[in-house]
T-cell receptor, first 114, second 112 residues
Framework: EPEVTQTPSHQVTQMGQEVILRCVPI?????FYWYRQILGQKVEFLVS????????KSEIFDDQFSVERPDGSNFTLKIRSTKLEDSAMYFC????????????FGEGSWLTVV | SQQGEEDPQALSIQEGENATMNCSYK?????LQWYRQNSGRGLVHLIL?????REKHSGRLRVTLDTSKKSSSLLITASRAADTASYFC????????????FGKGTTLSVSS
């Protein structure tokens, strides 16, 4: 079964460093998402992306964050200057349509900021 | 907010028993989806129920949706130790790429 893949599975970074999390969505999907989950807390929406632009973003997704689809397969989340509170599991997801369809999630990338 | 809120927050049962988790939300939705998460792992989609559906089954899972009460329930029958996980409902009012909104989840522990 097709799946969303994410790399790295775990990254440790120094505060203030830039981090890029990578995702390969399911190939025929058109809508892409990033969510995050701080340890022990709920899954929070960050951003959705369609047709090479951001469709929606949450209050969490401030100027430190950016997303990009640099080629036909990858979808990346960049955090420019990481903070301790950015430590979380980051999930990439994709769906074939905008509504009435399952959103498929990757296994996540654990980011630890020290 | 259209946020789903699950209850109970935690549920402990014995193998073979049924587990029922509830989800409430606040605004109109297109559909509601249930996900499972094993500790430290990704979100696995379990079932999607559309706003015009009242009940849906998938194996040992049964989901109900009551849009008049803005609530949904997930029933796992004949539970197994392997069902131990966190279960989340996510409300979906997507139109042009808007987001699934997750609740806080129910942590289910099934002991053998």
């Amino acid at each position: 079964e097709p799946e969303v893949t994410q790399t790295p599975s775990h990254q440790v970074t120094q505060m203030g460093q830039e981090v890029i999390l990578r995702c390969v969505p399911i190939s025929n999907h058109l809508y892409f998402y990033w969510y995050r989950q701080i340890l022990g807390q709920k899954v929070e929406f960050l951003v959705s992306f369609y047709n090479n632009e951001i469709s929606e973003k949450s209050e969490i997704f401030d100027d430190q964050f950016s997303v990009e689809r640099p080629d036909g397969s990858n979808f990346t989340l960049k955090i420019r200057s990481t903070k301790l509170e950015d430590s979380a599991m980051y999930f990439c997801a994709s769906s074939p349509t905008a509504s009435i369809s399952t959103i498929y999630f990757g296994e996540g990338s654990w980011l630890t900021v020290v | 907010s259209q946020q789903g809120e699950e209850d109970p927050q935690a549920l402990s049962i014995q193998e073979g028993e049924n587990a029922t988790m509830n989800c409430s939300y606040k605004t109109s939705i297109n559909n509601l989806q249930w996900y499972r998460q094993n500790s430290g792992r990704g979100l696995v989609h379990l079932i999607l129920i559309r706003s015009n559906e009242r009940e849906k089954h998938s194996g040992r899972l049964r989901v109900t949706l009551d849009t008049s009460k803005k609530s949904s329930s997930l029933l796992i029958t004949a539970s197994r130790a392997a069902d131990t996980a966190s279960y989340f409902c996510a409300t979906d009012a997507r139109q042009a790429g808007t987001a699934l909104i997750f609740g806080k989840g129910t942590t289910l522990s099934v002991s053998s």
